[in-house]
């Protein structure tokens, strides 16, 4: 009975984890840090609605809705590498290497990529650079 109430507790755990959120990070409060991800938040300066989302893993992940083309700031936490994908509406798709332990606090000033992203990925595929 015990061992199949453990197994019923992390089958939960794993279901509620999930992709990673965090919360908005108030006025001078740096948001918890987690090691090996890279987070994107609608707004610049780390903050926006709905809070930050962060990519961890292997494969391509889409950004949730609203980071999508959206992407005011983001920081890597990882010492990987990690590609911003864009699929333009011409087709194909741009990719935007951000760098191990990058961050920018600002990533829609310039129309910078921020402006563009449609997912993330762990390489960058056949997609041109941008």
């Known amino acids: 009975m015990r061992v199949r109430t453990a197994v019923s507790v992390v089958a939960a755990a794993a279901f509620v ?57 983001f920081e890597s936490r990882s010492n990987d590498s990690v590609f911003a994908i864009d699929h333009p509406r011409w087709g194909g798709c741009v990719a935007r290497e951000i760098r191990g332990r990058d961050y920018n606090m600002n990533w829609m000033a310039n129309n910078d990529f921020g402006n563009k992203i449609d997912g993330v990925s762990h390489e960058k595929g056949n997609c041109q650079s941008g």
Not at 36 to 47: H, I, K, L, S, T
Not at 50 to 58: D, L
Not at 68 to 73: E, F, I, P, Q, R
């Open 17 to 73: 984890l999930g992709p990673t959120t965090i919360a908005p990070a108030q006025a001078g409060q740096q948001p918890a840090r987690i090691e090996g991800q890279v987070c994107f938040w609608a707004e610049p300066n780390m903050m926006g609605p709905g809070g930050g989302w962060c990519y961890s893993g292997t494969g391509y992940a889409d950004v949730p809705q609203r980071i999508h083309d959206h992407a005011g700031s």
